[in-house]
């Protein structure tokens, strides 16, 4: 396990360390001399991406990170991310920002879509593990440092994210006791941000090396049964068919989320979705 978790690190080095040259499955996989069938496994398997998303999401977030903060010319721009024409760097950028390059160069506000993934050497924390009950506990000022860690690995699931505004917000819950964590060590691997009266679920982030071990159940288990008894659970997530979506509407239908109205939240198109108690899959949590 950990012999694969070194690998795909030294793949996301070499990603990292190669953002403006022309990257696909077999460079990475001839870079780090490793067979590109058994690379591409265990990379999809550890952080939920295939190499070629991974790459193309870090180099459109570095591409808007240009727009905003640099004056260099758009075609420039799409031949630093690896495009060969402006057209050709513009269909993927709007499909994921939702905005033409020009527009979101003319409207001055950088969101990443994907940051660099930083892995857990020494991951501990399995399914069979998992007792929500005394597992996801309040979280408190000083793990806001890690908070924020995980904040940049699911980063992904939250368009038009300010962390600085997200910042001040995280105190506010931590503070209203509408904050709450799981660790495995000193690593945060799921944190949910939460609202009593309106039984809104305001954040609910998951590390991506622990998502296939049920621990948004854990969290869903958690707020129905004690934090949001009386209100029905709403959360918000992208609409249908979104290029940006990595899986998380379809993680939310699993748990047993409804679909609800369509919203638009800071210029996003996103869409509602709510549980019932009844409707949390497989309700008797272990």
Not at 108 to 123: C, D, I, K, M, T
Not at 189 to 204: C, E, K, Q, V, Y
Request: contains cysteine; aromatic residues 12%.
């Amino acid at each position: 396990m950990h012999m694969n978790i070194k690998n795909v690190t030294a793949a996301i080095d070499y990603i990292e360390n190669h953002l403006t040259d022309k990257l696909d499955l077999d460079i990475v996989a001839n870079a780090v001399h490793y067979s590109k069938y058994h690379l591409h496994r265990i990379f999809t398997d550890t952080v939920g991406l295939t190499i070629h998303d991974y790459v193309q999401r870090r180099k459109l977030t570095e591409a808007a990170k240009l727009l905003v903060f640099s004056d260099k010319p758009i075609i420039e721009i799409a031949l630093i991310a690896g495009y060969e024409s402006q057209q050709a760097f513009t269909t993927p950028f709007k499909l994921i920002y939702k905005k033409s390059p020009n527009q979101y160069r003319e409207s001055g506000e950088f969101y990443p879509l994907q940051l660099r993934y930083v892995l857990n050497n020494h991951p501990t924390k399995i399914s069979t593990e998992i007792d929500w009950q005394e597992d996801i506990v309040f979280a408190e000022e000083n793990d806001i440092p890690a908070w924020m860690n995980l904040l940049s690995l699911v980063v992904d699931g939250f368009p038009y994210l300010n962390e600085d505004d997200y910042l001040e917000r995280l105190k506010n819950y931590i503070c209203k006791k509408q904050a709450m964590i799981m660790k495995d060590g000193d690593i945060i691997i799921g944190a949910m941000t939460f609202n009593n009266n309106t039984g809104s679920i305001d954040f609910l982030g998951i590390h991506p090396q622990y998502r296939k071990k049920d621990i948004a159940k854990a969290f869903m288990q958690k707020a129905l049964d004690e934090l949001l008894k009386d209100v029905p659970i709403s959360i918000t997530t992208f609409r249908e068919g979104d290029k940006a979506d990595l899986g998380y509407r379809k993680a939310f239908q699993k748990l047993g989320f409804a679909e609800a109205e369509l919203l638009v939240e800071f210029g996003y198109p996103t869409q509602k979705f709510t549980l019932q108690k009844s409707d949390l899959e497989g309700n008797d949590c272990e």
